[in-house]
């Protein structure tokens, strides 16, 4: 639950960064991550089972850095 909200604490972290302009394009991509795997960790609790680890596919290669 703590990984969560980490990751949604980044998400909002990035939304404050494009309010003084706009973002990277690697940023909009972090920012994408950290909104999706945050709601992928809660759904995968709220389910009762282990969140998986990496990005979406569980190609570790493809993780943003």
């Known amino acids: 639950r703590n990984t969560a909200k980490t990751f949604y604490a ?3 972290f ?3 960064l494009s309010q ?3 973002l ?3 940023l909009e ?3 994408k991550y950290a ?3 945050a709601a992928e960790i809660r759904k995968a609790l709220k389910e009762g089972r282990k ?3 990496g990005p ?3 190609d570790k290669d493809d993780a943003p850095a």
Do not use: T
């Open 24 to 26: 990277q394009p690697d």
């Open 20 to 22: 003084f302009g706009e």
């Open 29 to 31: 991509q972090k920012q």
């Open 14 to 16: 990035f939304e404050i």
């Open 10 to 12: 980044a998400s909002i």
């Open 56 to 58: 979406p596919g569980g």
């Open 35 to 37: 909104i999706w795997k």
């Open 51 to 53: 969140p998986e680890a």
